[in-house]
């Protein structure tokens, strides 16, 4: 289902060799909000437990950054409008030098090893 002009919080890592994870996380807190909202009434009419709903593990995220500091991870949360989790990551497909680009000036960063080249002058 395609949503038009909603307003999407992802999470994308990726390094080196492209884009590794991309969550949904508006998809995940609806989720999430519906879970609490229906578990109490499951165990109140003695129905099977469902596990709660999980996103990525972001301390194993970083850690594997950090330990991986060759391939040059970098982790950011960003918003999109109009734009479903597939679309977001055709577009780092076909164009991923524009999305991380795009990402890492209206994005959050959480972490990065990136460094951009500078041109050194010489005085």
């Excluded at 999430?32 to 229906?38: A, V």
């Excluded at 009434?41 to 593990?57: A, M």
């Excluded at 991870?73 to 076909?94: H, L, R, S, W």
Aim: charged share 35%; with cysteine; proline share 4%.
């Amino acid at each position: 289902m395609r949503l038009s002009k909603t307003t999407r919080k992802f999470l994308a890592v990726w390094c080196c060799d492209g884009l590794e994870t991309l969550c949904d996380l508006t998809e995940l807190e609806r989720q999430q909000n519906d879970w609490e909202k229906e578990e109490p009434w499951r165990n109140l009419k003695e129905e099977q437990h469902r596990n709660k709903p999980e996103g990525p593990r972001l301390q194993s995220i970083l850690v594997r950054a950090k330990v991986n500091s060759q391939r040059q991870y970098e982790v950011y949360i960003f918003n999109t409008v109009g734009m479903t989790k597939e679309d977001v990551a055709q577009t780092f497909e076909e164009e991923p030098q524009f999305m991380a680009d795009f990402i890492r000036k209206n994005g959050s960063k959480i972490y990065s090893d990136y460094y951009p080249k500078h041109k050194r002058v010489i005085e």
